[in-house]
């Protein structure tokens, strides 16, 4: 395992020290388990912030094609909720 050395304000150094004897772990332990943490929300917020996009991009996508074929915004909501059902329908079996 690799070792680093950081600094950090006292008063935070004195909170992971507080918290680590309070769940009966080391100090290192505790920043360690920190980090993990850190790290999948990190990733998770990326990949929501990912699919929010990507989302946005399809209903621009969507609503530009749809004024191509003359389609209103509520006939594209429809078919919306059409093909959701449809997917939902193909996973309940």
Known sequence: M???????PQELLEQIDAEAECLGISRSGLI???????????QADREAETRRLRGQAAARRMKSIGAEIG????DTVS???????????????
């Open 2 to 8: 690799s070792k680093l050395n950081i600094s950090m």
């Open 32 to 42: 360690q388990e920190a980090s993990v943490r850190y790290m999948a929300q990190t």
């Open 71 to 74: 389609l209103t915004s509520s």
């Open 79 to 93: 078919l919306l909720a059409e093909a959701r059902a449809v997917e939902e329908s193909r996973h309940d079996r």
